[in-house]
C-alpha cells in the first residue's frame, strides 16, 4: 500500500489512527485523499460494432494477465463485452454513457475496484453481482432506469466498498441492510432522487449491538417517503437504546421528501430527546440530516425527530372508532383517547380501538345505561 506501482495510494496522512478518528474526519478520509494511480495500469481497449446485434469485445496489447483500466465512454455498448473475464485484472471499469442494459455477475474481476457505469440504461441488479469483488471501492450506477434490486446485491463481504452511487434512478423501495448492514467506515451510499415511497427489511436483519458499523453518510433526500417505516425500526434493533452509540457519527440525509409526522416517529424522536445525539445531531448536522414534517399542517416545515414537544406526534385511528367519535393514539401519554362527547350515542360502543389505557370521554349523550364490556374491565 502506498507504493506506485499499487492503483490505489494511500499516503500516511491518509491512515486514521483509530475508527473514531476516521470517522470524526470522515470528510477528509473520503475526498481524494487516497490517489489512482492510473500509471499502474495498462490500457484494455473496446472493439465495438454499433450495429444491431453484434458483439463487441475487450482486447488489449500485453499480457492477460496485466492490470488494467478500461475507460469508453459515450459508445453504443447494449452489453458489457462477453469476454470480459479473459481479463481477471481489470481494477478500473468506466463504461459511462452508453446504452448498457444488463450488468452480468463480475465475480471473476477479483481485482476490480471502480465500476463506474453512470448514464447507461441498466434496469435490474442481480444478486450476488458482486460477490467475491472484495476490493472494490466505488460502484457508480446513477442515472440508469434501476428499477428493482435483488436480495444479495449489497452485503457485508464487501469489505473495501466506499461509495455507493444510486442517484437518478427508478427505485420505489430501498431496503435497510444495503447500507446499514456496512461494518466499516464508508463514505457514502446514495439512493436520493428516485421514487422511493417506503423503507423495507426483506431480509430481517437485525443490528448487532456487539458489533460496530460503519459510520457513513446515506442519502434518502428528494424520493417520495411520507412514513417512517416500523420495518426501520425492526432492523436498527430492539432495545434501540443499546445500538445508539453505533449512529453517533452517522449522517442521514432526508430532506426534501413528504414526510407525514404522527404517532409513528415517536419512538425515535423520544430516544433522540433522551440521549446525547440530540445535541451531537444539532452541533455535526443540524437540520440536514433531521425528518422535516410536510404533514400535518399543524407541523409543517418543523423538525420530526429533534423536536420539542413530542405531544404533537399522534395518529387519529378510525378502525373500530365509533361514528363521531374522535379516536387519537397519544403516545407520548402512553394513552389512546376516545372522545364521544356529544356523539349523539345511546349506547355505549361494544368495541373500541384496542390499548392498555384508554381515556374515555362520553359526555354529553344518551346514555343510559352502563353495561360490562371488554374495554371496561380494569386488568
Known amino acids: 500500500m502506498g507504493q506506485s506501482q499499487d492503483f490505489v495510494v494511500c499516503p500516511p496522512e491518509c491512515r486514521p489512527l483509530s475508527r473514531r478518528h476516521e470517522a470524526a474526519n470522515l470528510w477528509k478520509f473520503c475526498n481524494n485523499c487516497c490517489k489512482y494511480n492510473f500509471r499502474a495500469l495498462n490500457r484494455l481497449y473496446v472493439n ?17 494477465d496485466s492490470n488494467f483500466q478500461v475507460t469508453h465512454r459515450h459508445g453504443c ?23 448498457i442494459t444488463q450488468l452480468p455477475k463480475l465475480s471473476c474481476l477479483r481485482e476490480l475496484v471502480v465500476l463506474d457505469l453512470r448514464n447507461n440504461q441498466i434496469q435490474v441488479l442481480k444478486a450476488g453481482i458482486f460477490d467475491g469483488l472484495n476490493k472494490l471501492r466505488v460502484i457508480d450506477l446513477s442515472r440508469n ?23 437518478h434512478n427508478n427505485l420505489t423501495e430501498v431496503d435497510v441492510v444495503w447500507a446499514l448492514g456496512i461494518t466499516h467506515t464508508f463514505c457514502y451510499f446514495s439512493v436520493s432522487y428516485n421514487k422511493i415511497t417506503k423503507l423495507t ?9 456487539s458489533k460496530r458499523y460503519g459510520p457513513g453518510k446515506i442519502y434518502l433526500n428528494n424520493n417520495n417517503l411520507k412514513i417512517l417505516d416500523t420495518q426501520m425500526l425492526d432492523a436498527i434493533g430492539n432495545p434501540l437504546t443499546s445500538l445508539m452509540s453505533n449512529f453517533l457519527y452517522w449522517s442521514i440525509y432526508m430532506g426534501g421528501n413528504p414526510w407525514h409526522c404522527d404517532c409513528r416517529i415517536h419512538t425515535i424522536a423520544a430516544l433522540y430527546s433522551f440521549t446525547a445525539i440530540e445535541t451531537l445531531w444539532a452541533a455535526l448536522n443540524g437540520v440536514q440530516t ?37 379516536c387519537q ?13 356529544n356523539a ?31 374495554y371496561m374491565v380494569c386488568g
Open 77 to 99: 455498448l447494449t452489453s458489457i463485452p462477453v469476454n470480459i473475464c479473459n481479463f481477471p485484472r481489470i481494477q478500473y471499469l468506466d463504461l459511462e454513457n452508453n446504452t
Open 145 to 167: 432506469r434501476i428499477h428493482t434490486i435483488e436480495m444479495g446485491v449489497f452485503h457485508n463481504r464487501l469489505k473495501k466498498i466506499k461509495k455507493v452511487n444510486l442517484v
Open 290 to 326: 433531521d425528518l422535516i414534517c410536510k404533514t400535518p399542517p399543524n407541523l409543517k416545515d418543523q423538525r420530526g425527530l429533534v423536536h420539542q414537544h413530542l405531544s404533537d406526534f399522534v395518529c387519529n385511528i378510525t378502525d373500530s372508532c365509533p361514528s363521531g367519535c374522535l
Open 344 to 374: 349523539g350515542l345511546e349506547e355505549m360502543p361494544k368495541r373500541l380501538p384496542f390499548h392498555e389505557k384508554l381515556f374515555l370521554n362520553f359526555q354529553n349523550n344518551s346514555i343510559d345505561i352502563l353495561p360490562e364490556l371488554p
Open 48 to 64: 465495438e460494432s454499433c450495429e444491431i446485434n453484434s458483439t463487441s469485445y475487450f482486447f488489449a496489447n500485453v499480457s492477460h
Open 329 to 341: 393514539d397519544q403516545p407520548e401519554a402512553d394513552r389512546m383517547v376516545i372522545n364521544c362527547q
Open 201 to 209: 427489511n426483506k431480509s430481517n436483519f437485525t443490528m448487532d449491538p
